[in-house]
């Protein structure tokens, strides 16, 4: 009796680490599209990745580098002070989206040129999101706006 005991626990336990290796590997199969790293300009072009590679782009619209193609199309450079990014889009830009302001998209760096598949943009005068912003301090480049001058 003592024996079907201790014998049952140990299935328990086989199959309850069986269930969690499992359920382990399946979340991270559903994971491995879904996250996007985020890259300065300064880290894509000091190591620039692999072109399959789906990523993160941040920093500041360059000023003077919008330029709007044939119909959706939409070419711009973006900086962190650092280095600098040409970027094409193709799609309807947010409606804050403009030069000189933080911006992130998310795509792929094929032959020196980060194809965007989705350009997020600030959402009102202050705001600049957290990657952004750390890439440009560490680039020595971020001014606080709320900081006393």
């Known amino acids: 009796m003592k024996g079907l005991k201790k014998q049952r626990r140990i299935q328990i336990v086989v199959v309850a680490a069986v269930a969690l290796v499992l359920s382990t590997a399946l979340i991270g199969y559903a994971l491995r599209d879904g996250i996007n790293y985020f890259r300065s300009p300064s880290e894509v072009v000091a190591e620039p990745p692999a ?5 993160r782009l941040g920093g500041l619209v360059e000023a003077g580098s919008l330029i709007r193609g044939q119909g959706e ?13 040409a970027v094409s889009y193709t799609g309807v ?21 980060f194809q965007a598949s989705e350009i997020l943009a600030k959402h009102d005068e202050t705001y600049m999101p957290k990657e952004v912003m750390d890439a440009l301090k560490e680039q020595g480049v ?3 706006p709320d900081a006393d001058t």
Do not use: C, H, R, W
């Open 51 to 55: 072109s399959d590679e789906k990523f």
């Open 73 to 85: 199309t939409v070419t711009f450079n973006v900086t962190d002070g650092g280095a600098t990014v």
């Open 93 to 113: 830009l947010p409606d804050l989206f403009e030069e000189g302001q933080g911006m992130i998209g998310t795509g792929q760096y094929i032959g020196n040129v």
């Open 142 to 144: 971020y001014v606080d």
